[in-house]
């Protein structure tokens, strides 16, 4: 029996190219509107996709040239769970700047809603800005965002099993509602979290949401190995996937787990018309309408290298993200990814900018 490919929609507005809002027919008017998110979820379901995701962070980019988060998305996955029958339902959550009994309750509580459809696409969040809203001088080092991230998913998980299946008894002849001696407090006491239990409600339909993970350093990627079901990743080139894809299910296979039951999830941003020549224009036409000053913030958020001093018709020079190596080297991901575009493919800064434009270091295809 052959394997299923697992295909999804990352919903990001009016569309992942950052000037897709400029459009005449973007609706970016609408953004504010949940019925927009429930129609475009509506038209992924009856095209067969398997889930919806959605990304996250809690702050503001201060940016005059892109939308805001309208919604946090688990309240809006909420939303569109009412309007979907049978879609998978993925947010982001961040495990550093949540506490586990909340996150626990509102996913169970999506599960619940939409008859056992939630995924958590776990992330540490590296933001500065984020960090500044919670009461931080600075976001935690890598290392200790992945360590409290371990303890977090473990504390939530021993929640929703803190009932058993059968604890549920809803008897009304005797009276019991719940056996309590089939709900068990889960008295952890880590170095992060200290969390007593047992959770407020029986286990939500699935038992937990499915685990999705993005992280792809060091961390991220054993992280990822030991804890996800499937992984979301960024890659330009088909070496760099499969080497991406043989590293995952090693380390998988390492933390005991089946390989086959770890899916990779590379990022596509697609451009389509009814030829490609149609296709090649709509993603120039997209191209024309970006704002180089926020191409400019955008690359030096996504991977912390400022570019200013070149023209924008000047060839990017190798040496301005350092040697490219292996991701397994670096932190940052999608610094890799650009540095290995530069590094391949010697470009202007102006074509660099709209070769990211189109989906921050996820591969943009036309046709």
């Known amino acids: 029996m052959g394997r299923q490919l697992s295909l999804n929609a990352f919903l990001h ?36 996709l398997d889930a919806v995701f959605l990304a996250d962070g809690p702050a503001w980019w201060g940016s005059a040239y892109r939308s805001p988060n309208r919604f946090e998305p688990i309240t809006l996955l909420t ?8 879609i998978g339902l993925i947010a982001t959550a961040s495990t550093t700047f949540h506490e586990p009994y909340n996150l626990a309750r509102l996913f169970a509580s999506l599960d619940q809603v939409s008859g056992g459809r939630a995924g958590w696409n776990i992330v540490t969040t590296w933001s500065e800005a984020a960090a500044h809203n919670f009461g931080l001088d600075a976001v935690p080092e890598t290392e200790e965002r992945y360590a409290r991230a371990q303890e977090f998913v473990d504390v939530v998980s021993q929640l929703w099993d803190s009932w058993e299946d059968d604890a549920l008894v809803v008897d ?19 170095r992060f979290l200290k969390v007593r239990g047992p959770f407020s409600a029986p286990r939500p339909p699935q038992g937990r949401p499915v685990y ?38 090693t380390k998988a296979q390492g933390f005991g787990r089946d390989a086959d039951h770890v899916k990779i999830l590379p990022g596509i941003s697609p ?33 912390g290298v400022s570019l200013r001093h070149l023209d924008l018709d000047e060839r990017v020079p190798a040496e301005a993200f350092g040697r490219a190596g292996s991701v397994l080297d670096n932190n940052r991901s999608r610094l890799q990814v650009v540095a290995n575009i530069v590094e391949r493919d010697r470009p202007t800064l102006r074509e660099l900018l709209h070769r990211l434009a189109g989906g921050r270091g996820h591969n943009v295809v036309h046709g």
């Open 13 to 48: 507005d009016t569309g992942h190219h950052e000037a897709s809002w400029r459009h005449p027919d973007s609706g970016a008017e609408r953004l504010g509107d949940v019925r927009w998110y429930q129609d475009i979820a509506r038209k992924a379901e009856a095209a067969k």
């Open 79 to 86: 939303a569109i769970a009412t309007a979907t029958e049978r």
């Open 172 to 190: 009304r002849a005797s009276g019991t509602y719940v056996d309590v001696d089939k709900v068990h407090p889960i008295d952890h006491v880590g």
């Open 212 to 249: 999705i993970q993005a992280g792809s350093s060091n961390e991220g990627r054993a992280f990822a190995a030991r804890n996800a079901e499937a992984i979301f990743t960024a890659h330009q080139t088909l070496a760099d996937a499969q080497a991406f894809y043989r590293d995952i299910k």
């Open 271 to 303: 451009f389509v018309a009814d030829t490609a020549a149609e296709a090649e224009e709509l993603y120039r036409s997209f191209n024309e309408l970006t704002v180089p000053e926020y191409g400019l913030q955008a690359l030096e958020g996504m991977a």
